[in-house]
């Protein structure tokens, strides 16, 4: 048994970019587009493809895909095909089906009547198995497994065929969202533009941001902007000197060309459904320096420290987190608890993966290669130790060993968001409902099972309001864009994996 | 230009395993040390190695090498073809002189007269040039530039030529140790026996474990001893379940066999001079959960911390650190300041090597793709960011820049360490002296050349002050194991980097 | 300038097979495919692919596809993932178009509402264009440029959609081959049936062979069959135990399942014309040891040797080959002429591809690190030098120099086939109009461009003749098959590339 | 049971080149030495060796070296960093000893008292083990068991030590070649000289070549001198545009530099002994285009054939080869016989190696994927087969099973050398003495063993006296060169592994 991550994990992240001058431009897209993705590379480490346009009419477009990290699969000749883009789209993904081949990665470009697409795609379509019946039945064939293949054939083939005229590509994208509610952020290349859309309920986050010129990015007027990038996540703009725009809205489509960036329509969800953000992205996968709804990720985990600190106060010494990703939650805990914060276990950066057969004798000790722990600083002391999940309960268990082989007297369990319970059907990985300890009879004697002297868990109202509290009111916002949709503008998380309560119904 | 690392670095690590059962033993030293070398992983990431022994008579002898990380150097292959050892050296190297090659790589084990014996060093010999003269002038040809190899033949070359006799390598160990001063941490297989050697001014660290069984982890008899291991430092101790057992000291010859640990000899430091250890193992290269001359890393940073905020004190909102390496003195400078500690920057932590030719846009920008400003902790705020050193000074610069342009009103830079000014010869990679920024003539104005709104560092007298504070005296326990030496039993660091003045002459 | 290939080539190799006994059987169809595919690596060395199908209902494909050679393609995990077929098809490939990535790769799989097919396909389509704008028009986006995935859709689209009964995949085929003439011969695998097609001209090769039991292959009675195979060439046969069976008709639908091979149907040609299979699988694509029309092609291009003998007799003293593919047109034209045959050049077996780049002297020199001349075999002699085609004219100068040098007296150069002069539509691969030697004005004088005494070419006739001379009727063994179809049964080559005759109209 | 080399195998081939005009100069010698190296890449495929000196005082340099072939081991940034050399040896391996480590790779490089040299060698000292505890008890350690290494620590050690005056190595060869009588052919670099040594047997080939003008290859002058070559075979002269100037002769120091080249002297063997040069370098190791002792490789082998054919006549319908190395044998075979020469079998250019893993079926078949049958040009008829030697007979085997199934009516395998019954301890890989079918029971009926219908040897003395009759008289050439020396100037040969009789005691 290796010492594992988690076991929980985002799907993918997508990002766009299109130079704003005129073209050929002197902004490399291409490098733009790298940089973007390395930044997203924690929503999935599987493969990594780039495809670019140099806009012109008809287009030339250029992909590069390959396995592993970005820094791997886009290697020095890559980043030179690619280089003559003047808009582009990018993805890296982290396979959910365990069918993690080259020919599955996206983007996924196609050639059809009115000329060729790419689309990278975030999230997972709820009515997939229907849909792909349905394009079968029109007689096509789909070559593979993803849906990004299944979404580029449902834009191909969707009525009205515009032979004569321009294909009228939103038309079709809007078709599409009426044939499938969530969950999807997506971005469609066509020659010029970027379509970035967003599902109706709004499940995977996307933004917006502006290129700025550098000298300029203190003070940036509207008339400074080389470029337009939308993306997963806010925190791919810093690198690139983009300055955060705006989310793109539940249900949105947005137009994205050198002339700027223009709402065309947004989807309304049924009568009387909440928006369904996924309230994960702000536990456990966006980077914390990430911004949803108007707040900051780091913020809202410490909120949920806070939190967590008045639901389940200890009577201890020294609060502390499993680095690094629980760290903020520490430190709100010890904030509110009034408990001095403290490090107790450092990182081996370096720990790879080594072919480490154990004996009887490393297995029985848990190969804890990963952390070493900071002995002087807890021994004899009573520890509160912040973790933000418990998926299948077996990474936590060695480390509280650890601790209690340097000496900690107590360790003491806080868990910064509710146990999971359910499976995810809208792009998350999440172990099986068997896997989950949650669901395991174990669960009753939680502490007992993973060696702690107790444990206790964020409620879900507690993270629901932590969540809730800072946003503000996204009513005015989506109202200023767009006055005639009122139903989309109300607060609302997707809580399915903690709570069973899907936002749609499954069998949609 | 990228965004590199500071620019100093340790050259290499060294560990080594003997099982204590009877051979073949259930023990399979060969994982213990993959383990034990990825725990040092940080001290070098070139190029790694192993060399297993049988202990039989004549020993068979298997040697594994490979270029890159413990985790790329051995894939199972090599770890099947070594698993029959029952004893075993390992090294873990970062080229100082550039040339990295396989042949280079240690352990190097050559076949002498009495047999053959595998050497893996840490440190450099300050009269390496003498003494390859030496070697050759006596007809040794010398097939590569590593010390490794120099002190491999000066051991086999070394008289006396005890041709008749059984041959006596610790006589030859100590005729080394009387040919060159300093520096090196050396472990020797010979057969069943490992000798653990640290040079008599204990210029770089070596330590001693004891693997205990698992299941006694939490109380440990001297009966339940498993197999000793040697390291470079001890928090290669936790992962392979062995507990500190002690420091080598300088000088001394320690023999390593199934039948335990044996303290040979003390060869002693001329009259008068102190120890000489590396002060900037504390500073910066150990990972903070080791400990020397009886203290945890992270508490003497910790102090640094402490001492720099009496010594430079500010007038600021907020205290905060360069993850990772200087959080221990962030925690201590706000600790004693009494200034909130935040977290201002977050780390991808997937950045790898993206091949960005940046064009002036992003090279305007700095790409600092590494780090993500956690903007709302610190929007409006003065910050102190503490860091542990600066070198060439180009990698603090655009961190400043960043928190600037997200919203930081002032930022103060503190280094927990003085100025490094000086090269040094004795196995640390330091940039030239033309390249470090305290040579350079921006040194006068460095706040305005960073960027920050003032720099501060800690003095020599601080850093050793905070250094020797913790450390128990070392007399008594020295004087327990060899009563004959006192000389080398008071406290002394080198500060040759920060102060020029070296423990040895360097012609020696 | 390297010293290159001849710059013609093949495009790919097809090959299938299904075992016969009852399922799961004993015969390892994925070694079968492999060994099979190795046999026809002359056809494509850039990928190689293996579908294999179970067999079951629903059919579970198991899909492998790799860049390079076979051995390269196929690393033994490959081999175990495939190993539980009962049927399947794979194919080799070397790309035309320079497009060479893996996503082009065939066979190619599509999931369509009947099931998954698999096609591999030998050939190019002289339709394409038209045939890829109906697909889309139909509303179907093209992930690919390769004609596979083409078929594969246009299989998936043709009417009668058979919702309700079975999938009708035959009337699918064949009513593929009324939209399609030339060039195909194609593999589609179904469940548990694979359909063997080739195009009305018969363009390129395909054959039937049945696998025997090993004891029997020296009397093979009809019960013996393990399985049945079907192949680009016969010349893959013999490697894994099977005897040749029969082509495959021009025109012809064959059903291979483990209840053996039954004609289904021929398509015919229209009213007048001949058959074209391609003459160039006699001159050069084809391995010696294959059998095309009932004849081995090592005896026809024996023949064309002796044909040339008698066309353009020489005055000279000795006949010799430019090795390999030379060789029995060399020793047609030394037995036809009475002039005595010898070797005149080794090859260097392993010159793999070395990075050369010559300055001034070894450019002037040509770099002929490929053949050794056999210096005393010649020195002081009159050389008849045969080659088997002269494409571009650039790898048959050298060799020149180097037998002159070597101290020849007089080469003449003897072209077993006609000069090359009009661009291939169907498959193959030609340089440029305007890059053939034959269409430059240099070929005016010829043998003064290349350094020769004299050069003289077969004439067209005298390939015709030399091919078709050895062709026992055809009409005879067609018309056992079908009888219906008389007018596909006379004898017919294309020889396009060499008189600009094309079989069908470019613009079908 | 893959279908595997015959199982013999030169152990390593040696090449060096002087640029002989003023240095810098336009000649790129790495170039040329890559070129050299292919020439003899038959000689050893295991890994690759280069190293360039500028010449200079003191001389750099650069070294690289690989695994695999010349084309993999010397990738384009290989060249470029050996491209400032102004002369060079180079070394290309295959290991008899299975070690096949890039360590033990040649040429090596050692830096002494005087400066660093570079050693190549093709041999095996047969008093090997003796050497190395000679050089052990000095006091040095041995860090690879190659010979090379051992030879380079000889002459580092050898005295006179000339510590004040300039290094005397030509001394030191000397000396080495008193303590060693065979079997090497070595290349010892040294600043701005190579010495070209051959053993006094002569056992391994060496020959000297001239680097001429391109433009003057046909008739070239003396003065036309563009640098010095010297290889294992002559071989590699043409494909770099070298003509052959002599053998070195046994026992020979012959000194080059950018002055020409310069007999220093010929170290005798013992009286009485004849030169021993490998006779199986003329029936199997060397390249057919290579001149020895003044007559082709190919010339001999055709000479062995018709000797065969003299010993061992056929009551046959057809002469053929098994390509490719016994086609010349084959062709001599039919010339003395009167038999037709036909081809029947073709080679599969891209067999690699695949990973098959053979059920029963396939086993039986035995996989001849290697070859094709030429099916109709034997058909029916009785064939006499020419194999150039038979070592373990399992290869012969299928190739016997293939021409039988394809209808040949009888096959009478007919060798062109004596069957190998003993080991060689001077440099070329054997199987052990038991696995040679010679030794084995079943050589009473080999024919039987291996399915054919007869099988006979050449005679010792057929071979002999096949190679010997064309050398022209030595002792003319050598007493020219060397007149104080005549006792080496008679013909022989070693034919150790035919008749057991070494040239030199063992225990030597």
């Known amino acids: 048994m290796e010492f594992e991550e988690s076991g929980i994990g985002e799907e993918c992240g997508v990002f766009g970019c299109v130079a704003a001058g005129e073209w050929p431009t002197q902004l490399e897209v291409a490098q733009v587009l790298t940089l973007g993705l390395v930044a997203l590379q924690h929503r999935g480490q599987e493969s990594a ?37 003047n808009l582009g789209i990018c993805h890296t993904r982290y396979s ?14 196609v050639d059809t009547l009115h000329g060729k697409i790419a689309v990278a795609h975030n999230g997972e379509l709820v009515n997939a198995q229907a849909l792909r019946k349905k394009v079968m039945r029109h007689g096509v064939g789909l070559s593979t497994s993803s849906d990004s293949e299944l979404i580029t054939q449902l834009l191909a083939l969707t009525p009205p065929m515009e032979e004569l005229g321009a294909p009228d590509w939103v038309a079709r994208i809007k078709n599409l969202m009426t044939e499938t509610p969530t969950s ?33 990015l203190h003070k940036v007027s509207n008339e400074d902007t080389e470029g337009w990038v939308v993306s997963s996540e806010s925190c791919s703009f810093q690198s690139i000197g983009a300055k955060y725009y705006r989310e793109v809205l539940p249900g949105e489509i947005v137009q994205i060309s050198k002339h700027g960036v223009k709402s065309l329509s947004i989807v309304p969800r049924p009568e009387g459904d909440l928006p369904a953000f996924c309230i994960f992205e702000y536990v456990y996968f966006a980077r914390p320096d990430s911004i949803f709804e108007g707040q900051m990720v780091y913020t809202v ?18 609060v502390s987190t499993v680095p690094e990703s629980a760290t903020p939650a520490a430190l709100g805990y010890a904030q509110q608890s009034g408990l001095p914060y403290i490090e107790v276990l450092c990182k081996n950066r370096y720990v790879g993966r080594t072919f480490i057969q154990p004996n009887t004798r490393l297995r029985q000790l848990g190969v804890a290669k990963k952390f070493g722990a900071l002995t002087d600083n807890f021994a004899g ?55 989950l300890i949650a669901n395991k009879p174990e669960f009753q004697d939680i502490a007992g099972y993973i060696g702690a002297d107790s444990v206790q868990y964020l409620t879900v109202e507690g993270l629901v309001s932590a969540v809730q509290e800072g946003i503000a009111s996204l009513q005015e916002k989506e109202n200023m864009i767009n006055n005639r949709n009122k ?10 994996c903690l709570t069973g309560k899907y936002p749609v119904e499954l069998e949609w």
Do not use: W
Request: charged share 20%; proline share 8%; glycine share 8%.
């Open 49 to 85: 493809g780039i495809v670019t346009s140099n806009g012109a009419s008809p287009p030339t477009y250029t992909a590069h895909k390959g396995m592993g990290l970005v820094s791997t699969a886009f290697p020095p000749e890559a980043l030179l095909k690619l280089r003559y883009g």
């Open 96 to 109: 959910t089906t365990g069918i993690s081949e080259l020919q599955n990665c996206q983007p996924f470009v």
């Open 184 to 216: 999807y952020s997506l971005l469609v290349m066509f020659k010029d533009v970027i379509y970035a859309v967003r599902d109706p309920y709004g499940n995977r986050p996307l933004c917006l941001g502006r290129l700025v010129p550098i000298s300029k």
């Open 301 to 318: 985990r410490q909120r949920c420290g806070q939190q967590l600190a008045i639901e389940a106060p200890t009577d201890a010494d020294v």
């Open 381 to 435: 002391k009573r520890v509160v130790l912040i973790d933000d999940s418990i998926v299948r309960g077996n990474t936590i268990s060695p480390i509280i060993k650890l601790l209690k082989e340097a000496g900690a007297t107590e360790v003491h369990i806080r868990v910064a968001s509710p146990p999971i319970r359910f499976p995810c059907y809208m792009g998350i990985n999440i172990p099986t409902k068997e896997e």
């Open 487 to 496: 139903s989309s503008s109300r607060v609302g998380h997707c809580t399915a």
